[in-house]
C-alpha cells in the first residue's frame, strides 16, 4: 500500500523559509519520479517541482525558480522541498506525489501559511 507522509508545514512570514519533509513506503521509492503539490485555497492542484530518480536537479514551474529546491534521499525513502522567500500567495496546502501520479494520488498534505 502507498504511503505518503508530508510535514514540515506551518506559519512563516512573508519573506520566511521553510522545509517540507515527505516519507515514503509502500512501493520502490528509488525508481520513481517525485513531485510536489499544491492547492490553494479556492484554486485546483498545481505542479510546482519534479526531480528524477537520480536526484540530481529538479524541474521548477517558473514561479518557484531560484526559490524552492526539491531534493529527496533515496536511502531514507525521503522527498524534501526547501522554499525561500515565501510569498502570501503561497499559502497552500502541499502534497508530494508520485510524478506520474500526481493528478490522482497524494499525501494528506501539510499546510503552510503565509501570512504576518
Known amino acids: 500500500q502507498v504511503q505518503l507522509v508530508e510535514s514540515g508545514g506551518g506559519l512563516v512570514q512573508p519573506g520566511g523559509s521553510l522545509r517540507l519533509s515527505c516519507v515514503a513506503s509502500g512501493f520502490t521509492f528509488s525508481k520513481q519520479y517525485m513531485a510536489w503539490v499544491r492547492q490553494a485555497p479556492g484554486k485546483g492542484l498545481e505542479w510546482i517541482a519534479f526531480?528524477?530518480?537520480?536526484?540530481?536537479?529538479?524541474t521548477y514551474i517558473e514561479a518557484v525558480e531560484g526559490r524552492f529546491t526539491i531534493s529527496r534521499d533515496n536511502a531514507k525513502n525521503n522527498l524534501y522541498l526547501q522554499m525561500n522567500n515565501l510569498k502570501s500567495e503561497e499559502t497552500a496546502v502541499y502534497y508530494c506525489?508520485?510524478?506520474?501520479?500526481?493528478?490522482?494520488?497524494r499525501g494528506q498534505g501539510t499546510q503552510v501559511t503565509v501570512s504576518s
Open positions: 526531480i528524477g530518480t537520480s536526484g540530481r536537479g529538479g
Open positions: 506525489a508520485k510524478w506520474k501520479e500526481w493528478r490522482t494520488s
